[in-house]
C-alpha cells in the first residue's frame, strides 16, 4: 500500500485528509500531533506496521507489517468528550464491517468497553482518546487496531485475553484495505446517529456476554462478579451482583471477563 492507492480506494468516502505511512510509532500520537497542528474533521492516520502502537491501560499494541490494520481517526466539532461514546462508535463499526463481510460464519460482538471479539477471542481493539486544549474539547483521536492475518496475533502467554484474526476467524484470505473501507464507511454512518436511540440498539445488539455471569477487574480493586444486564441510556454497563444488587459500570479501569467458557481464558 502507499498513500495514492490508499487515497484511491478510499475516494468515494468523505474523510477530511489522509495520512499513509509504511511504519509509525502510533497512528494515535501521529494523529493527536496533526490534530493540534490543524488537521481536519475526519482527518485519518493509516499504517502498516506500528513499532510503539498503544492499547487501553498502557498496555503495548503489536501492528506486524502486513498482516493488520492500524489507524486512527481525527473527530473534531464533537461537542462532548464521552469517551465510552467513541469507543463504542469504533467497535460498532468493525463489528459490523465483519458481520456485513461473513454472514453468518463470523459473529462479531462486542466485548465492554472497547474490544471486539469473534469465537470468544479478541480481534480488534478500540483506543478513543479526547484533547483539550485547558478546559475546551479540541479533537477526539479514535484509533482502531485489527488482527487480519496470523501474524498479528500474539502469543496467549503475553495476552490477558486470547486472540485471534479476522483470517482464522473466516476460514480465508482478506484484503486488509477493503476491510478499512468497510470499517470507515460503518463509522461515517454511525457518527451521524451518535447518540440516538438506533445507535444505542446497535450497541446494546452487539454487546457479548448478555445473560452471563462476568468478573469484572478495577485497578488496585477488588474485581466484582455480575450478571451482564446490558447497557444504560449513556452505555454503561449494567450487572446485577452476587447480592442482588444492580451496578452500573463507566469506561475506565474494567475489564470484563466470562466466568464461563474457562478453558478459553488465561
Ligand atoms: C486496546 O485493545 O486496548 C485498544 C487497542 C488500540 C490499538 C490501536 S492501533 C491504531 C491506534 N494506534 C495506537 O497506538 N493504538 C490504536
Known amino acids: 500500500m502507499d498513500q495514492a492507492s490508499l487515497q484511491t480506494l478510499l475516494a468515494d468516502l468523505p474523510l477530511g485528509s489522509l495520512r499513509y505511512f509504511a511504519t509509525v510509532g502510533s497512528t494515535n500520537d501521529l494523529a493527536k500531533c496533526w490534530a493540534e497542528a490543524g488537521a481536519p474533521d475526519l482527518a485519518l492516520v493509516a499504517a502498516d ?30 461537542g462532548e468528550a464521552d469517551v465510552l461514546r467513541y469507543t463504542a462508535l469504533g467497535a460498532l463499526a468493525v463489528c459490523d464491517a465483519l458481520n456485513a463481510a461473513s454472514p453468518p460464519v463470523l459473529l462479531a460482538q462486542i466485548k465492554w ?5 469473534a469465537t470468544q477471542r479478541k480481534l480488534a481493539g478500540v483506543l478513543a482518546e479526547a484533547q483539550w486544549q485547558g478546559e475546551k474539547l479540541t479533537a477526539v483521536i479514535l484509533g482502531i487496531g485489527i488482527n487480519v492475518a496470523s501474524p498479528s496475533v500474539p502469543p496467549d502467554e503475553q495476552l490477558n485475553y486470547p486472540a485471534t484474526c479476522v483470517e482464522a476467524v473466516l476460514e480465508s484470505p ?7 473501507h468497510a470499517v470507515l464507511e460503518r463509522l461515517l454512518f454511525w457518527r451521524e446517529g451518535l447518540g440516538t436511540p438506533e445507535f444505542l440498539m446497535a450497541w446494546g445488539a452487539r454487546l457479548a456476554f448478555q ?49 464461563s467458557g474457562v478453558k478459553t481464558l488465561e
Open 49 to 78: 506496521e506500528q513499532t510503539a502502537g498503544r492499547g487501553r491501560l498502557n498496555r503495548r499494541w503489536i501492528t506486524p507489517p502486513g498482516s493488520a490494520l492500524a489507524f486512527s481517526l481525527i473527530l473534531k466539532d464533537t
Open 174 to 180: 482478506v484484503d486488509r484495505w477493503e476491510l478499512l
Open 211 to 259: 445473560g452471563e455471569w462476568v468478573q469484572v477487574s478495577f485497578e488496585g480493586q477488588p474485581p466484582l462478579e455480575g450478571q451482564v444486564l446490558g447497557l444504560t441510556a449513556d452505555g454503561r454497563l449494567r450487572l446485577r451482583d452476587r447480592q442482588g444488587e444492580l451496578q452500573e459500570l463507566h469506561g475506565g479501569e474494567l475489564n470484563v471477563r466470562p466466568l
Open 113 to 117: 468497553p472497547n474490544d471486539v471479539i
